[in-house]
């Protein structure tokens, strides 16, 4: 997969950025604050996905704009599709959202049809951050290899949700335990599912981990990543739920119900899974180094590239955002390594940054303009 022209008008302090990327390498160079992260975070809106950095689609709009347009083409190794995003201010606040010139409000289908990969400095926080990082990590990973996942997430919010103002309305003595446990059987069967998706995932990543770690490390460190579910402990789950699984995740609801109602919301469930990281049996987050846990935020990211390429049969579109330049040559070898057959697009302050020779071509983002450089 791999972009092949693209243009932004109005998207943060973007003005009228055209560009006809390089099939592999695209390296866009420029001071801070000058446009570079916006012109990533523009491509990455066309997965469908929130913003890598956080950002609400309301703060995409362009002090002075009007209104802001992104337009792209791509290729995903079939055929060549295009999708455009558009929002306005005021009366135009609606947003459009065209896939080959078909009309969506939903952002799905960008999902089922355009990937990435981002990496940025803050992805440590898939290491340093609170459990629900790590989770929202699993699901996005396993739902790029199976679009349709994407539902059962959407499903088992919405299914936590009911169940808690449930437990809510209780208390209220609004309603009865019985209709809180109306909602179990629903939530057991796309728990069970969310369960499995992600153990399935984890065990298809861990051992890519370990090797791009141990490489990384010259062999010196070992790290380790398992799934524990707060349903199913350390059990070996398979890629989908029986009726057992399904039937033990409902049991666990009901048995904790009075501790539910107790503290207002419900304990035990998918929303408590956790990603395990240990490097030589130590938990990174509580032990690890600052260069261990950048070390294990950029293995995570490299391993997510490498197996969807491994599982689609056809690679991501790779956004690289500020992370070259802090890495040593060694590192930064790996990266480009890795993501050599695929298309890159890399942002730096300093060409210099890049200890590396590579091919493709170069940009300038100055007050928003992009310029290609000889």
Same mark, same amino acid.
């Given at each position: 997969m791999y972009v @092949? +022209?693209? +243009?932004?008008?109005?998207?943060?302090?973007?003005?009228?950025?055209?560009?006809e990327p390089d099939r592999y390498c695209n390296l866009i160079i420029g001071d801070n604050a000058q446009g570079k992260t916006n012109l990533l975070d523009a491509i990455w809106l066309m997965t469908g996905c929130k913003s890598f950095h956080g950002a609400k689609e309301?703060? *995409?709009? #362009?002090?002075?704009?009007?209104f802001f347009q992104c337009d792209m083409r791509f290729h995903d190794d079939r055929r060549e599709q295009r999708i455009t995003y558009s929002l306005g201010r005021g009366a135009q606040s609606k947003r459009k959202i065209t896939i080959n010139g078909v009309d969506t409000q939903? @952002?799905? #289908?960008?999902? &089922?049809a355009f990937h990435c990969v981002a990496f940025s400095p803050s992805d440590v926080e898939l290491v340093n951050g609170s459990p629900d990082k790590r989770r929202a990590y699993l699901d996005l990973c396993a739902c790029q290899l199976r679009p349709s996942s994407m539902q059962q997430v959407s499903r088992a919010s919405l299914l936590l949700a009911q169940r808690n103002a449930g437990i809510v309305n209780v208390n209220r003595r609004r309603s009865r335990r019985e209709d809180v446990l109306l909602w179990d059987a629903q939530l057991a069967?796309?728990?069970a599912f969310l369960s499995c998706m992600r153990a399935a995932y984890v065990r298809s990543l861990a051992p890519l981990c370990r090797e791009l770690y141990s490489t990384m490390t010259g062999g010196h460190e070992e790290l380790q990543l398992r799934y524990r579910s707060a =349903? *199913? #402990?350390? @059990? &070996?789950?398979? &890629? $989908?739920? @029986?009726? &057992?699984?399904?039937?033990l995740y409902r049991d666990r609801l009901s048995e904790h119900l009075a501790e539910d109602l107790r503290v207002g919301y419900t304990v035990r469930g =998918? $929303?408590?899974d956790e990603l395990v990281m240990t490097i030589d049996g130590n938990a990174v987050n509580t032990f690890g180094s600052q260069g261990q846990r950048k070390s294990t935020a950029l293995v995570l990211r490299l391993a997510q590239a490498h197996l969807y390429n491994q599982k689609n049969g056809r690679s991501p579109v790779v956004l690289l955002d500020d992370v070259m330049g802090e890495l040593d040559e060694q590192r930064q070898r790996l990266i480009y390594e890795m993501v050599s057959d695929m298309q890159v697009f890399i942002t730096l302050c300093h060409p210099s940054s890049l200890r590396i020779e590579r091919r493709g071509r170069t940009y300038r983002m100055e007050a928003g303009i992009l310029t290609e450089v000889e």
């Open positions: @092949t +022209s693209f +243009s932004a008008d109005g998207f943060r302090n973007l003005h009228g950025v055209r560009l309301r703060h *995409y709009l #362009g002090f002075d704009a009007p939903k @952002t799905g #289908g960008l999902f &089922e069967r796309t728990g =349903i *199913y #402990g350390d @059990t &070996e789950l398979p &890629e $989908q739920p @029986t009726p &057992e699984l399904v039937e =998918i $929303q408590r």
